[in-house]
Antibody, heavy 119, light 107 residues
Framework: EVQLVESGGGLAQPGGSLRLSCAASGFTFSSYSMNWVRQAPGKGLEWVSY????????FYAGSVKGRFTISRDNAKNSLSLQMNSLRAEDTAVYFCARAYGGNSFFDFWGQGSLVTVSS | DIQMTQSPSSLSASVGDRVTIACRASQSISNSLNWYQQKPGRAPKLLIY???SLQSGAPSRFTGRGSGTDFTLTISSLQPEDFATYYCQQSFSPPYTFGQGTKLEIK
């Protein structure tokens, strides 16, 4: 069974940092691209970042570029999102999602991890 | 960036109704359009990928159509468990933008 479990969320101050992790199991992690998607309270879904299966290709949303860094450790079946210079508008539930196929649709999602940025 | 626009933003319907949600891309995305269902407090769930392919395990009452810039999701006969929010998403090019969502409510 495919499982994605996020951790690392919590409260951070504006300008501060947090690191989210996503532990993957039930599939060959190194064969799949991965993504982070977030959802602010009461709002819609916003794609945040993509990393290819090898880690060689990375994309970011404009709203986080230069502040967030996506990475993966295929030996540990783990995906990470380092979030720096946090802003109030980064407050959201962050989901990791597996991307499948050339069209890169998201076929499995984690349960989400809440990040709150507030003083 | 490719903008995705869904309509309507909300919809009231009854069990057994046939409903259609539209999604328009700001430029052609071929068939790189996916639909997700989300219930409150839960992660999104993939329903349709590549515009018209039904994800394994998704009920056959869900149908996706379209190509280029205009797409639709149709639920042929609403069931109580279908009341949720639906999102389209383009996977043609990054950033992989979502529509703003369509909230389907019980009439």
């Amino acid at each position: 069974e495919v499982q994605l479990v996020e951790s690392g969320g919590g409260l951070a101050q504006p300008g501060g940092s947090l690191r989210l992790s996503c532990a993957a199991s039930g599939f060959t992690f190194s064969s799949y691209s991965m993504n982070w998607v977030r959802q602010a309270p009461g709002k819609g879904l916003e794609w945040v970042s993509y990393i290819s299966s090898s880690g060689s290709t990375i994309f970011y949303a404009g709203s986080v570029k230069g502040r967030f860094t996506i990475s993966r450790d295929n030996a540990k079946n783990s995906l990470s999102l380092q979030m720096n210079s946090l802003r109030a508008e980064d407050t959201a539930v962050y989901f990791c999602a597996r991307a499948y196929g050339g069209n890169s649709f998201f076929d499995f999602w984690g349960q989400g991890s809440l990040v709150t940025v507030s003083s | 960036d490719i903008q995705m626009t869904q309509s309507p933003s909300s919809l009231s319907a009854s069990v057994g109704d046939r409903v259609t949600i539209a999604c328009r891309a700001s430029q052609s995305i071929s068939n790189s359009l996916n639909w997700y269902q989300q219930k409150p407090g839960r992660a999104p769930k993939l329903l349709i990928y590549a515009a018209s392919s039904l994800q394994s395990g998704a009920p056959s009452r869900f149908t996706g159509r379209g190509s280029g810039t205009d797409f639709t999701l149709t639920i042929s006969s609403l069931q109580p468990e279908d009341f949720a929010t639906y999102y389209c998403q383009q996977s043609f090019s990054p950033p992989y933008t979502f529509g703003q969502g369509t909230k389907l409510e019980i009439k």
